[in-house]
């Protein structure tokens, strides 16, 4: 299984649980990449905290476009901004069937 992270506002979010579950995934003999849309001159910062591949991909570029250019598909990705990764068109007639209801949100139970 092949894994994206993103950097900014995941990893970052919680450094020492996220090293936790990429040795996990790794030692389970899955890949795990961090693709960030960080300009790379200014990503020292990653490249000292991860030894991990990282994909820099350019601002105008979704994220699974710039992994799919470079040979690697994805299986799971995890990134705070899911909008970043696909390339899609807003469909405002599929957009207005949905809706939000007004119940509670039921919480799950341990």
Known sequence: MNLALDFDETYTLDPETWNKVIQLFLTSGH???????????LSKDIKNVLDI????????????????????K????????PQSIYPYKINKKKLSAFHVS?????????
């Open 53 to 72: 591949p990282i994909i820099f991909v350019p601002r105008s570029v979704a994220k699974m476009q710039a992994v799919k250019s470079v040979g690697i």
């Open 102 to 110: 007004n119940k509670p949100i039921s919480r799950c139970k341990k």
């Open 31 to 41: 890949k795990v990449y961090c693709v960030t849309k960080r300009y790379e001159h």
């Open 74 to 81: 994805i299986d799971v990705w995890i990134d705070d901004k």
